[in-house]
């Protein structure tokens, strides 16, 4: 088996190097190809990662490439996680909104807007080298916004399948409140990706029994302590919200935080140069502590179970995906872009069913769903009534005033990456 990472050279790397070395029996890689072409940082990842391999004794080779065609020729699954612009980008994605009062957030409202105007011709000119190099394997998106990007991937026709850690990280956790292990867990996850529910918390698959109001119960304070949000919203919600909907729920109080501390990006960057120091040192060979700072915390058993599925290899017969609705959820169109649980195998991914949704939550994932389908838009044909139409739609913005002002600011700061601009 062949797999292939674009956007090899991230520090989040070594996070799936470690899974693939432990979970070898589950995902039996014999190739694996690191493409990026950051060749500097590519060298030192590409060493930590055969490091890691040999220290757990996993036979399979390492390959590090710029040479993107070569590297997915052959492949079985290619997993996509790009930056494009880097944490200079994000930076000004997580600073510019503020200044119309909006949050400043790297995947959602207008710095998520500009990111994905970045990033689709990108990955749509990648997917479409893939599928001339290789037409049969499988894409599987890690790179945000991941709903936008895989919906432009799907929409293209290609093979592809949207990743994230969010559930998984719940199932974790809860988990170990419960006192269980994590394959104990079935999430009823329900939303959009980076705007999602757990409406169910069950016993051993889709049909067990349902203990999220006893997780509630007994743990709600300190599970709405994680999402900074207040407990007594969790129990007249009866849900978990995501972490991200505390964008949504406490927008203002969220603006003002953020308008008083050093961005998130100006954190991580220091953390990947502190990072790619300890990658450089020839006696590390294992993923140091330092990268459970950086995000992405399960990733790799996330990507390991979804790329095992897709390859008829094994992994979890229910996972959370990025896919498309088909009538999943009755209030948006079939070609949505949903995160749900869904059957995977490799045929592809097949929605669950999803009970009733309250309209608290319904509305909300219409009106972003509606703001996706104009983001989609703006990033496909570019212009400035289209980034202006996609702004004025998202509920993180929604003020002609607000809209207009951003749309500047976006097209601004990313005009190098906007071939129209």
């Known amino acids: 088996m062949k797999l292939t990472v674009v956007g090899g050279g991230s520090t989040y790397t070594p996070e799936l190097i470690d899974g693939f070395a432990r979970l070898r029996d589950t995902l039996p890689i014999e190739e694996l190809v690191l493409v990026d072409p950051a060749a500097e940082r590519l060298e030192l990842v590409g060493g930590l990662a055969r490091r890691i391999f040999a220290r757990q004794g996993h036979p399979g080779r390492i390959v590090t490439t710029d040479d ?20 200079a980008a994000r930076e000004q994605d997580e600073t510019w909104p503020l200044e119309c009062g909006c949050v400043g957030q790297e995947t959602t409202g207008a710095g998520g807007l500009a990111k994905a105007l970045r990033t689709v011709p990108v990955v749509l000119d990648i997917a479409e080298r893939v599928r001339r190099t290789n037409p049969d394997a499988w894409i599987i998106d890690f790179t945000n916004p991941v709903g ?76 709405a302590a994680d999402l900074h949000l207040p407990g007594p919203l969790l129990d007249r919600l009866g849900v978990v919200p995501s972490y991200y909907l505390r964008y949504y729920y406490a927008h203002d109080e969220v603006v003002r935080e953020l308008r008083t501390k050093p961005s998130r990006a100006a954190e991580v960057a220091e953390m990947e140069r502190q990072l790619l120091k300890m990658y450089g040192d020839p006696s590390l060979d294992e993923k140091p502590e330092l990268l459970g700072k950086r995000g992405g915390a399960f990733y790799s058993e996330a990507a390991v179970d979804l790329a095992a599925g897709l390859l008829g290899g094994g992994g979890s017969p229910y996972q959370v995906v990025n896919t498309l609705n088909r009538g999943t959820l009755p209030f948006l169109p079939d070609d949505a872009v949903i995160e749900v649980q869904a059957a995977v195998g490799p045929k592809g991914t097949t929605p669950l069913p999803v009970p009733p949704v309250d309209p608290l939550f319904a509305g909300l994932t219409a009106n972003v769903t509606a703001y996706e389908d104009l983001a989609l838009e703006a990033a496909l044909r570019g212009g400035r009534d289209r ?5 004025l739609a998202h509920p993180l913005v929604g003020q002609h005033a607000y809209a207009d002002a951003l749309t500047d600011q976006l097209i601004a700061h990313n005009r190098e990456h906007l071939a129209w601009a």
Do not use: M, S
């Open 148 to 223: 936008i990007v895989t919906r432009a991937l799907l929409q293209a026709g290609h093979k592809a399948v949207g990743l994230c850690n969010v559930a998984i990280g719940f199932q974790r956790k809860f988990a170990a409140l419960l006192g269980l292990t994590p394959t104990d867990i079935h999430l009823d996850h329900v939303g959009l990706n980076h705007l999602t529910w757990e409406t169910g918390v069950r016993l051993g698959g889709p049909e067990g029994e349902d203990v999220l109001p006893r997780l509630l119960a007994e743990h709600g304070d300190a599970i």
């Open 68 to 87: 993107l065609d070569a590297g997915v020729d052959g492949a079985d699954a290619v997993l996509l996680q790009l930056r494009v612009g880097g944490q």
């Open 387 to 391: 980034v202006f139409r996609a702004l």
